[in-house]
T-cell receptor, first 114, second 112 residues
């Protein structure tokens, strides 16, 4: 069965540090991949998405992610984090063309220390 | 613009009591609708999705059911709650045929 895994459960960084959160998926066919973020007390919202084309996608608030098909990965990056990036981050995917059901990873809690 | 509402925001219910959580979407027609649950320390699990009025697909066997009585209304129910039903319930919608989903604020359910 298709799955999405996030191995970092809780990441703690200082402000201005670089960030990389891991996401791997298990599926050999067509995938669409997403990163969602949930700031404290707010709705889950979309950070960025990959459907096709350039494997390096840029999202809101300076985040980017790179789709590496050979590694089944879609890691999230940000060169310099801010305290306001403290949140929970979820990687998700849809598998097969026309399949609209999202499969989520377990999430990574990111804590930024001022 | 489109908005999605969920209520109540929080709910504490005893074991064995019934449940009804409501989700409504404004500003769009014929959306796909979804119910997810986020249990403590776990990711979001898709419970139900609907592509139209009265059309419900269940993703996992459980103590819950869903209904879609109107185009933009999605209801999550249970006749008798279990302790394991505690969690954070999220409703989401997407454009028919679209991949991007938009989430509501969620309902935190505690079953005691």
């Amino acid at each position: 069965a298709q799955s999405v895994s996030q191995h970092n459960h809780h990441v703690i960084l200082s402000e201005a540090a670089s960030l990389e959160l891991g996401c791997n998926y298990s599926y050999g066919g067509t995938v669409n991949l997403f990163w969602y973020v949930q700031y404290p007390g707010q709705h889950l919202q979309l950070l960025l998405k990959y459907f096709s084309g350039d494997p390096l996608v840029k999202g809101i608030k300076g985040f980017e992610a790179e789709f590496i098909k050979s590694k089944f990965s879609f890691n999230l990056r940000k060169p310099s984090v801010q305290w306001s990036d403290t949140a929970e981050y979820f990687c998700a995917g849809t598998f097969n063309f026309g399949n609209e059901k999202l499969t989520f990873g377990t999430g990574t809690r990111l804590t930024i220390i001022p | 613009s489109q908005t999605i509402h969920q209520w109540p925001a929080t709910l504490v219910q005893p074991v064995g009591s019934p449940l009804s959580l409501e989700c409504t979407v404004e500003g769009t027609s014929n959306p796909n609708l979804y119910w997810y649950r986020q249990a403590a320390g776990r990711g979001l699990q898709l419970l139900f999705y609907s592509v139209g009025i009265g059309q419900i697909s269940s993703e996992v066997p459980q103590n819950l059911s869903a209904s879609r009585p109107q185009d933009r209304q999605f209801i999550l129910s249970s006749k008798k709650l279990l302790l394991s039903d505690s969690g954070f319930y999220l409703c989401a919608w997407s454009v028919l045929g679209g991949n991007e989903q938009y989430f509501g604020p969620g309902t935190r359910l505690t079953v005691t």
